[in-house]
Protein backbone atom coordinates (compact mmCIF):
# COMPACT_ATOMS: atom_id res chain seq x y z
CA UNK A 1 0.00 0.00 0.00
CA UNK A 2 0.85 3.49 -0.77
CA UNK A 3 0.40 6.22 1.22
CA UNK A 4 0.45 9.80 -0.29
CA UNK A 5 1.15 12.74 1.97
CA UNK A 6 1.13 16.39 0.68
CA UNK A 7 4.22 18.82 1.94
CA UNK A 8 2.93 22.11 1.19
CA UNK A 9 5.70 24.99 1.39
CA UNK A 10 5.67 27.91 3.90
CA UNK A 11 6.09 31.70 3.16
CA UNK A 12 6.65 34.00 5.96
CA UNK A 13 4.76 37.40 6.67
CA UNK A 14 7.33 38.71 9.43
CA UNK A 15 10.57 37.34 10.28
CA UNK A 16 12.52 39.38 13.57
CA UNK A 17 15.59 38.13 15.22
CA UNK A 18 14.93 39.32 18.79
CA UNK A 19 18.97 38.10 20.07
CA UNK A 20 21.77 35.83 19.79
CA UNK A 21 21.30 32.64 22.31
CA UNK A 22 24.15 30.70 24.27
CA UNK A 23 23.43 27.85 22.21
CA UNK A 24 24.39 29.65 18.78
CA UNK A 25 20.76 30.19 17.91
CA UNK A 26 18.74 33.01 17.38
CA UNK A 27 15.45 34.11 18.82
CA UNK A 28 13.17 34.93 16.10
CA UNK A 29 9.61 36.05 15.82
CA UNK A 30 8.19 34.72 12.56
CA UNK A 31 4.46 34.88 11.44
CA UNK A 32 4.08 31.66 8.51
CA UNK A 33 1.79 30.78 6.64
CA UNK A 34 1.27 27.96 4.42
CA UNK A 35 0.26 27.65 -0.11
CA UNK A 36 -0.41 25.55 -2.00
CA UNK A 37 2.76 25.20 -3.85
CA UNK A 38 3.61 21.32 -2.36
CA UNK A 39 5.54 18.55 -2.66
CA UNK A 40 3.88 15.07 -2.90
CA UNK A 41 5.62 12.45 -0.64
CA UNK A 42 5.13 9.04 -0.84
CA UNK A 43 5.51 6.19 1.20
CA UNK A 44 5.26 2.47 0.99
CA UNK A 45 6.29 -0.63 3.13
CA UNK A 46 9.55 -2.18 3.12
CA UNK A 47 10.78 -5.51 4.19
CA UNK A 48 13.46 -4.93 6.76
CA UNK A 49 14.75 -2.31 8.97
CA UNK A 50 15.63 0.20 6.54
CA UNK A 51 14.62 3.07 4.90
CA UNK A 52 14.95 4.17 1.88
CA UNK A 53 14.91 8.01 0.03
CA UNK A 54 14.51 9.28 -3.44
CA UNK A 55 13.82 12.66 -4.57
CA UNK A 56 13.44 13.99 -8.29
CA UNK A 57 16.00 16.93 -8.08
CA UNK A 58 19.54 16.79 -8.00
CA UNK A 59 19.87 18.70 -5.15
CA UNK A 60 18.43 17.06 -2.55
CA UNK A 61 20.66 14.09 -1.35
CA UNK A 62 19.13 10.31 -1.69
CA UNK A 63 20.77 9.12 1.61
CA UNK A 64 20.29 10.17 5.35
CA UNK A 65 21.47 13.81 4.98
CA UNK A 66 17.88 14.17 3.65
CA UNK A 67 15.34 15.49 6.21
CA UNK A 68 12.46 13.08 5.56
CA UNK A 69 15.03 9.78 6.49
CA UNK A 70 15.63 11.69 9.35
CA UNK A 71 12.09 11.96 10.24
CA UNK A 72 11.47 8.75 9.45
CA UNK A 73 14.53 7.47 11.71
CA UNK A 74 13.53 10.45 14.60
CA UNK A 75 10.29 8.25 14.38
CA UNK A 76 11.69 4.92 14.66
CA UNK A 77 14.00 5.30 16.96
CA UNK A 78 12.10 7.11 19.85
CA UNK A 79 9.15 4.10 19.44
CA UNK A 80 12.27 1.46 18.72
CA UNK A 81 10.35 0.39 15.82
CA UNK A 82 12.03 -2.07 13.68
CA UNK A 83 9.77 -1.51 10.50
CA UNK A 84 11.05 -0.61 7.08
CA UNK A 85 9.90 2.20 4.68
CA UNK A 86 10.31 3.59 1.49
CA UNK A 87 10.30 7.39 0.97
CA UNK A 88 9.45 8.84 -2.84
CA UNK A 89 9.61 12.73 -3.01
CA UNK A 90 8.18 14.33 -6.09
CA UNK A 91 10.19 17.77 -5.35
CA UNK A 92 7.68 20.88 -6.89
CA UNK A 93 9.17 23.54 -3.99
CA UNK A 94 12.56 24.92 -5.18
CA UNK A 95 15.75 23.78 -2.97
CA UNK A 96 17.36 26.39 -0.52
CA UNK A 97 14.49 28.82 -1.88
CA UNK A 98 13.56 30.07 2.05
CA UNK A 99 10.24 27.90 1.45
CA UNK A 100 10.81 25.14 3.62
CA UNK A 101 10.73 22.39 1.11
CA UNK A 102 13.21 19.99 3.15
CA UNK A 103 11.13 20.97 6.66
CA UNK A 104 7.87 20.36 5.27
CA UNK A 105 9.04 16.93 3.28
CA UNK A 106 10.41 15.86 6.85
CA UNK A 107 7.14 16.67 8.63
CA UNK A 108 4.87 15.08 5.77
CA UNK A 109 7.17 11.90 6.37
CA UNK A 110 6.14 12.26 10.73
CA UNK A 111 2.55 12.58 9.49
CA UNK A 112 2.39 9.97 7.49
CA UNK A 113 4.15 6.94 9.16
CA UNK A 114 1.58 8.06 12.05
CA UNK A 115 -0.77 7.06 9.90
CA UNK A 116 1.18 4.16 8.04
CA UNK A 117 2.24 3.03 11.43
CA UNK A 118 -1.10 3.29 13.15
CA UNK A 119 1.35 5.28 15.72
CA UNK A 120 -1.59 7.58 16.86
CA UNK A 121 0.72 10.15 18.28
CA UNK A 122 -1.13 13.60 18.01
CA UNK A 123 0.35 16.38 16.22
CA UNK A 124 1.75 18.10 19.30
CA UNK A 125 4.05 14.70 19.89
CA UNK A 126 4.87 14.70 15.86
CA UNK A 127 5.87 18.30 16.31
CA UNK A 128 8.17 17.47 19.52
CA UNK A 129 10.16 14.87 17.25
CA UNK A 130 10.30 17.50 14.36
CA UNK A 131 12.09 20.31 16.37
CA UNK A 132 15.14 17.86 16.50
CA UNK A 133 15.17 17.81 12.97
CA UNK A 134 14.78 21.09 12.27
CA UNK A 135 13.68 24.56 13.51
CA UNK A 136 11.24 24.51 10.93
CA UNK A 137 9.62 21.10 11.10
CA UNK A 138 7.39 21.43 14.13
CA UNK A 139 5.66 24.53 12.06
CA UNK A 140 4.84 22.21 9.15
CA UNK A 141 3.58 19.51 10.89
CA UNK A 142 0.98 21.53 11.89
CA UNK A 143 0.56 23.38 8.45
CA UNK A 144 -1.37 26.22 9.63
CA UNK A 145 -0.98 29.80 10.29
CA UNK A 146 1.24 30.32 13.25
CA UNK A 147 3.23 32.58 15.42
CA UNK A 148 6.73 30.79 15.80
CA UNK A 149 8.95 31.63 18.48
CA UNK A 150 11.90 30.37 20.32
CA UNK A 151 14.61 29.16 17.53
CA UNK A 152 11.25 28.61 15.32
CA UNK A 153 10.30 25.72 17.34
CA UNK A 154 7.77 27.41 19.17
CA UNK A 155 4.38 27.22 17.96
CA UNK A 156 1.27 28.81 18.57
CA UNK A 157 -1.51 28.67 15.64
CA UNK A 158 -3.53 31.35 14.79
CA UNK A 159 -6.52 32.24 12.30
CA UNK A 160 -5.33 32.27 8.20
CA UNK A 161 -4.23 35.48 7.10
CA UNK A 162 -6.56 37.98 5.20
CA UNK A 163 -4.54 37.26 1.92
CA UNK A 164 -6.02 35.01 -1.09
CA UNK A 165 -3.23 35.04 -3.33
CA UNK A 166 0.76 35.58 -3.31
CA UNK A 167 3.11 34.98 -6.38
CA UNK A 168 6.96 33.86 -5.42
CA UNK A 169 9.69 34.73 -7.85
CA UNK A 170 12.89 32.89 -7.04
CA UNK A 171 16.19 34.03 -8.62
CA UNK A 172 18.38 31.46 -9.65
CA UNK A 173 20.26 31.34 -6.49
CA UNK A 174 20.13 29.14 -3.59
CA UNK A 175 20.88 30.60 0.43
CA UNK A 176 22.18 28.69 3.24
CA UNK A 177 20.31 29.78 6.30
CA UNK A 178 23.16 29.24 8.31
CA UNK A 179 25.26 31.96 6.14
CA UNK A 180 22.58 34.35 6.30
CA UNK A 181 22.22 34.72 10.58
CA UNK A 182 25.95 33.88 10.97
CA UNK A 183 26.37 37.42 9.02
CA UNK A 184 22.92 39.29 10.73
CA UNK A 185 24.25 41.99 12.58
CA UNK A 186 21.63 42.44 15.17
CA UNK A 187 22.30 45.87 15.80
CA UNK A 188 19.93 48.34 14.45
CA UNK A 189 17.57 46.06 12.24
CA UNK A 190 14.82 47.02 10.34
CA UNK A 191 12.46 45.45 12.99
CA UNK A 192 8.83 44.39 11.62
CA UNK A 193 6.06 45.48 13.74
CA UNK A 194 4.84 41.43 14.77
CA UNK A 195 1.89 42.93 17.18
CA UNK A 196 0.22 45.17 13.90
CA UNK A 197 0.73 41.79 11.71
CA UNK A 198 -0.97 39.81 14.46
CA UNK A 199 -3.41 42.45 14.71
CA UNK A 200 -4.15 42.71 10.85
CA UNK A 201 -4.95 39.19 10.58
CA UNK A 202 -6.91 39.23 14.13
CA UNK A 203 -9.15 41.87 12.06
CA UNK A 204 -8.72 40.07 8.97
CA UNK A 205 -7.89 43.45 7.25
CA UNK A 206 -5.44 42.52 4.21
CA UNK A 207 -4.05 46.00 3.51
CA UNK A 208 -3.08 46.62 7.42
CA UNK A 209 -1.10 43.07 6.66
CA UNK A 210 0.34 44.15 3.57
CA UNK A 211 1.61 47.50 5.42
CA UNK A 212 3.42 45.63 7.92
CA UNK A 213 5.29 42.20 6.63
CA UNK A 214 8.61 42.64 6.92
CA UNK A 215 11.84 40.36 7.22
CA UNK A 216 14.94 41.59 9.01
CA UNK A 217 17.23 38.78 7.02
CA UNK A 218 16.39 40.66 4.11
CA UNK A 219 19.71 42.64 5.28
CA UNK A 220 21.72 40.53 4.79
CA UNK A 221 20.43 38.51 1.63
CA UNK A 222 19.77 41.66 -0.69
CA UNK A 223 23.48 42.44 0.27
CA UNK A 224 24.86 39.06 -0.57
CA UNK A 225 22.73 38.80 -3.67
CA UNK A 226 21.35 42.18 -5.32
CA UNK A 227 19.29 40.67 -7.86
CA UNK A 228 16.97 39.80 -4.80
CA UNK A 229 16.77 43.37 -4.11
CA UNK A 230 15.97 44.41 -7.59
CA UNK A 231 13.28 41.26 -7.57
CA UNK A 232 11.58 42.63 -4.85
CA UNK A 233 11.55 46.47 -6.51
CA UNK A 234 10.16 44.34 -10.03
CA UNK A 235 7.52 43.04 -7.16
CA UNK A 236 6.31 46.60 -5.72
CA UNK A 237 5.99 47.96 -9.11
CA UNK A 238 4.15 45.33 -10.71
CA UNK A 239 1.58 46.55 -7.79
CA UNK A 240 2.02 43.51 -5.50
CA UNK A 241 0.49 45.01 -2.30
CA UNK A 242 2.93 43.22 0.16
CA UNK A 243 6.14 42.57 -0.75
CA UNK A 244 8.83 40.55 1.54
CA UNK A 245 11.30 38.00 0.97
CA UNK A 246 10.23 34.56 2.69
CA UNK A 247 12.43 33.25 5.51
CA UNK A 248 15.95 33.61 4.56
CA UNK A 249 15.66 34.11 1.18
CA UNK A 250 16.08 33.98 -1.88
CA UNK A 251 12.40 34.07 -2.97
CA UNK A 252 10.33 37.53 -2.98
CA UNK A 253 6.69 37.21 -1.90
CA UNK A 254 3.86 39.33 -3.45
CA UNK A 255 0.80 39.64 -1.33
CA UNK A 256 -2.52 40.30 -3.41
CA UNK A 257 -6.09 40.54 -3.12
CA UNK A 258 -7.38 38.83 -6.77
CA UNK A 259 -6.15 36.38 -8.82
CA UNK A 260 -6.61 38.11 -11.93
CA UNK A 261 -3.77 40.76 -10.29
CA UNK A 262 -1.63 37.59 -9.23
CA UNK A 263 -1.80 36.57 -13.08
CA UNK A 264 -1.26 39.65 -14.54
CA UNK A 265 2.13 40.41 -11.95
CA UNK A 266 3.54 36.78 -12.83
CA UNK A 267 3.20 37.47 -16.14
CA UNK A 268 5.31 40.86 -15.97
CA UNK A 269 8.24 39.26 -13.27
CA UNK A 270 8.56 36.58 -16.05
CA UNK A 271 11.52 38.07 -17.72
CA UNK A 272 13.28 39.11 -14.95
CA UNK A 273 13.20 35.54 -12.70
CA UNK A 274 13.72 32.38 -13.75
CA UNK A 275 11.19 31.09 -11.50
CA UNK A 276 8.00 32.38 -10.79
CA UNK A 277 5.03 31.24 -9.60
CA UNK A 278 1.27 32.27 -8.51
CA UNK A 279 0.06 30.25 -5.43
CA UNK A 280 -3.06 30.32 -3.33
CA UNK A 281 -2.62 30.97 0.77
CA UNK A 282 -3.87 28.05 2.17
CA UNK A 283 -2.94 29.18 5.77
CA UNK A 284 -5.15 26.54 7.60
CA UNK A 285 -4.36 22.93 8.75
CA UNK A 286 -5.39 19.94 6.14
CA UNK A 287 -3.25 17.39 7.48
CA UNK A 288 -5.86 15.30 9.79
P1 LIG B 1 14.48 26.87 5.17
O1 LIG B 1 13.78 28.15 4.84
O2 LIG B 1 13.76 26.03 6.18
O3 LIG B 1 15.93 27.03 5.44
P2 LIG B 1 14.84 26.23 2.44
O4 LIG B 1 13.59 26.20 1.64
O5 LIG B 1 15.66 27.46 2.32
O6 LIG B 1 14.42 25.95 3.91
P3 LIG B 1 15.35 23.53 1.66
O7 LIG B 1 14.76 23.50 0.30
O8 LIG B 1 14.59 22.90 2.75
O9 LIG B 1 15.74 25.03 2.07
O10 LIG B 1 16.81 22.86 1.52
C1 LIG B 1 17.89 23.24 2.29
C2 LIG B 1 18.98 22.18 2.21
O11 LIG B 1 18.49 20.95 2.74
C3 LIG B 1 19.51 21.88 0.82
O12 LIG B 1 20.93 21.94 0.89
C4 LIG B 1 19.08 20.47 0.52
O13 LIG B 1 20.04 19.74 -0.19
C5 LIG B 1 18.87 19.84 1.90
N1 LIG B 1 17.77 18.88 1.95
C6 LIG B 1 17.72 17.76 2.67
N2 LIG B 1 16.55 17.12 2.50
C7 LIG B 1 15.82 17.85 1.65
C8 LIG B 1 14.52 17.69 1.10
N3 LIG B 1 13.74 16.64 1.37
N4 LIG B 1 14.08 18.66 0.28
C9 LIG B 1 14.86 19.74 0.01
N5 LIG B 1 16.10 19.91 0.49
C10 LIG B 1 16.59 18.98 1.31
Redesign the pocket.
Given at each position: MVFFESAP??ITLSVDVLGKRDDGYHDVEMVMTTVDLA?RVALSSLNGDRID?S?D?Q???NDE??????AALALKNKYHLTRGVRID?E?N??????????????AAVLRGLNKLWKLNLSLEELAEIGAGI???VPFCVYGSTALAKGRGEIIEEIPPPPVKWAILAKPNI????RVVFNQLEIENLPHPNTTKILDAIAEQDFYKLCNHVGNVLETVTTSLFPNVQRIKEKMTQAGANGVLM????P?IVGLVEHQYKAIRIYNGLRGFCDEVYVVRVIGHSNTC
Open positions: AKDVANYVPRNLAFKIKIPVSAGLGGGSSDAGSDGVSTSGSGT
